[in-house]
């Protein structure tokens, strides 16, 4: 089992995971990522394939847990940090639009 499953378990709480194979805050990896853009626009999607598809409903979790930006990694040394850290700020605002302002 992954990660996000055993701290679940281990919280006795349910999980709902959203991942993409080299999906990156900013930049995705370029080889095998087969994803249309950064993780910032696939968050949103409840199919991640399909741009009109949404997770915004009802149900709110209790926490969300976050593991980004090791995809961008590889692109520093060239393109800076400063681009990955205004991506994962940005990204955050876009989380709290979903999940309410409580999102630390």
């Known amino acids: ?3 996000p ?3 679940a ?3 006795g709480a349910d999980f709902h ?3 993409w194979s080299g999906a990156g805050v900013v930049w995705n990896a370029g080889a095998g990522c087969s994803a249309d853009a950064p993780f910032h626009d696939l968050y949103s999607r409840a199919l991640g394939s ?3 598809t949404s997770i915004d ?5 209790d ?3 976050l593991y980004l930006g090791g995809n961008d990694w590889w692109s520093l040394s060239h393109k800076g940090e400063e681009p990955l850290i205004a991506g994962f700020r940005r990204f955050l605002r876009h989380l709290r639009e979903h999940r309410g302002p409580d999102v630390a």
Do not use: M
């Open 1 to 3: 089992q992954a990660w």
């Open 5 to 7: 499953a055993l701290v």
């Open 9 to 11: 378990k281990a919280f």
């Open 17 to 19: 995971n959203i991942s």
């Open 50 to 52: 399909s741009q009109t």
């Open 57 to 61: 409903g009802e149900w709110q979790p």
């Open 63 to 65: 926490a969300v847990v």
